[in-house]
């Protein structure tokens, strides 16, 4: 296998289009030129929960949206299933991490280059006149707005449910006694991720 060379993306400028770019088939909603102001860069509504069927496409999509390669993607541990350590992307491997103190409610995706991009992550189970509001809403200049406003305007709850077991009860954590899928989430400001 030969090594690819990967060219240093170009992070957005205020030059860029300011149009924004919704991609319907992957049901996806992104600001071209990030506002720093704003909590979220855009939404994403995945088909399911399962992030190794649902991840490779939204890398995809990212790097062909924004001409960027992403490089890492963090998401909260609790919302998904299925998750690898990484994502096979066109000559490289994306590497996954997942978090429980990052807001369930978004992923992050991290670059070579300038700020990661941040995506609310419309549930999959979401009803589409909901989920559709939500990915026109962000795609909209949304500077200040924090995630429980966007998600109140768009009519979604502002809480992801914990997930169920097979016997329809709440699945709690080994250890701390908390629902899960119930984390903290930050107040205020962009999410950040680290490992």
Request: proline share 9%; hydrophobic share 45%; aromatic share 4%.
């Amino acid at each position: 296998m030969t090594p690819a060379l990967l060219s240093q993306p170009a992070p957005l400028s205020s030059t860029s289009p300011a149009i924004p770019r919704v991609d319907s088939a992957l049901r996806l909603s992104l600001r071209p030129v990030q506002n720093r102001l704003a909590v979220v860069d855009g939404a994403w509504w995945p088909s399911s929960c399962d992030a190794a069927a649902e991840l490779p496409g939204l890398i995809a999509a990212v790097d062909r949206l924004l001409g960027r390669v992403t490089l890492r993607v963090g998401l909260h541990g609790d919302v998904w299933q299925n998750i690898p350590r990484r994502i096979p992307a066109r000559g490289r491997q994306v590497r996954i991490g997942w978090f429980r103190h990052t807001d369930p409610r978004v992923i992050t995706l991290s670059f070579a280059a300038g700020e990661p991009v941040v995506l609310l992550i419309v549930p999959s189970g979401t009803a589409a006149g909901a989920a559709e509001a939500t990915l026109k809403l962000t795609a909209q200049d949304i500077g200040g707005m924090s995630i429980d406003a966007i998600l109140t305007l768009a009519h979604l709850p502002a809480d992801p449910a914990p997930r169920a077991t097979a016997d329809g009860s709440a699945r709690w954590e080994d250890e701390g006694g908390s629902i899960i899928g119930q984390a903290a989430r930050p107040s205020t400001g962009r999410p950040t991720t680290s490992e």
